[in-house]
């Protein structure tokens, strides 16, 4: 887990809390990996496009044969791409659904027009009181 107030990015706001650093990365990963791949598909669209022998209009000729190891290649990765997302969004969820350990442990108790709140000290308010712990 990353401290908090973290400086902001060119496109994520400054990190507020302890598991955004985690978030962010994820984020990150998933859009970087997204340019590289449009990058590499659209670069190679114009390469490809010479490549294909015949005039415009003209039907395509197969012999009915098929590449395999590409096809199984294409299927295949996205797989464990797919996998490690999964994976590193299961940890996150999984790590950043109880609070950290500097939490004073606040419990709330819903009523029914309103909320009770216990604090660590044995006082109790209708209203959330969160200390400042900024650094």
Same mark, same amino acid.
């Given at each position: 887990m990353t401290e908090p107030n973290a400086p902001a990015t060119f496109q994520l706001p400054e990190q507020m809390s302890t598991v955004a650093g985690d978030v962010d990365w994820l984020y990150y990963f998933i859009y970087w990996l997204s340019v590289v791949l449009f990058v590499g598909v659209v670069g190679a669209m114009p390469v490809l496009r010479l490549e294909i022998p015949g005039a415009p209009g003209h039907k395509a000729e197969t012999d009915g044969a098929q590449h395999l190891p590409l096809e199984i290649g294409w299927t295949v990765? +996205?797989? !464990? $791409? %797919? $996998? !490690? %997302?999964f994976h590193k969004g299961f940890q996150g969820y999984n790590g950043h659904d109880? +609070? +950290?350990?500097?939490?004073?442990g606040d419990q709330g108790q819903r009523q029914t027009v309103g909320w009770e709140f216990v604090y660590p000290n044995g006082g109790t308010d209708n209203e959330l009181h969160v200390p400042c712990t900024r650094r």
């Open positions: 990765a +996205p797989i !464990f $791409v %797919l $996998v !490690f %997302l109880r +609070p +950290p350990r500097e939490c004073h």
